[in-house]
């Protein structure tokens, strides 16, 4: 496996990094045996996380944080990148995709606790500051999304999520967040290179 510190060092979106990005996720999936997409969502080539943090960091309290259907946990090392104080909590259904995600966190030297049992991310999101779910909504049906944003939704902070936007492009959700009854949409905002809409959610 090749040497995984230090891994945001390496300049993002350069040809070398994002092959040392792949290959690091290829290591990590050989070990590990995750869904093989995630070796395709590398930083370098997913952005939008790093935009769509500091963006969210940079107007909202942001001290207790959770990422849901993390991945390998590249959100939560852009949070802990943009504050290292941040109490962040990442959940994902794949035991084998978390324990990827914990390798990362150790060799990054970033303080993140990886959950896998969805009563615990969901106790927790309701004390959060700002629950973020990045590229997952366009999986839900109506009914499945909606009791997901009454589940995961804070009780004083915000939830961040994503909605699709270009039904060419095989997506096979999507979803009008007015129609959700309980819930305010506080903003929408763009990052540069997406079409979807990053939606900003708290509880009424």
């Known amino acids: 496996m090749p040497n995984l510190k230090n891994l945001f060092k390496r300049k993002p979106g350069t040809l070398i990094g994002i092959l040392f990005e792949r290959m690091v996720a290829y290591s990590l999936f050989k070990k590990y045996k995750f869904d093989r997409w995630h070796i395709h969502a590398v930083p370098s080539l997913r952005t939008y996380r790093k935009n769509v943090v500091n963006y969210i960091m940079n107007k909202y309290k942001a001290e207790i944080i959770v990422d ?112 959700i009854s309980g819930v305010k949409i506080v903003e929408k905002f763009n990052v540069s290179g997406e079409s979807r809409d990053f939606n900003v959610l708290k509880k009424v």
């Open 68 to 179: 849901y259907a993390c991945g390998l946990g590249y959100l939560g090392l852009e949070v802990a990148r943009k504050n290292e104080h941040s109490r962040t909590f990442g959940y994902d259904i794949s035991a084998e995709v978390l324990s990827a995600a914990k390798i990362l966190a150790n060799l990054n030297k970033a303080k993140i606790s990886y959950l896998d049992k969805y009563d615990g991310i969901r106790e927790i999101s309701k004390k959060s500051d700002v629950v973020f779910c990045l590229n997952f909504m366009h999986e839900l049906d109506d009914e499945k999304a909606e009791k997901l944003i009454m589940d995961l939704i804070p009780n004083n902070g915000i939830l961040v999520l994503d909605i699709v936007k270009d039904k060419d492009k095989g997506y096979k959700y999507f979803h009008d967040l007015s129609d």
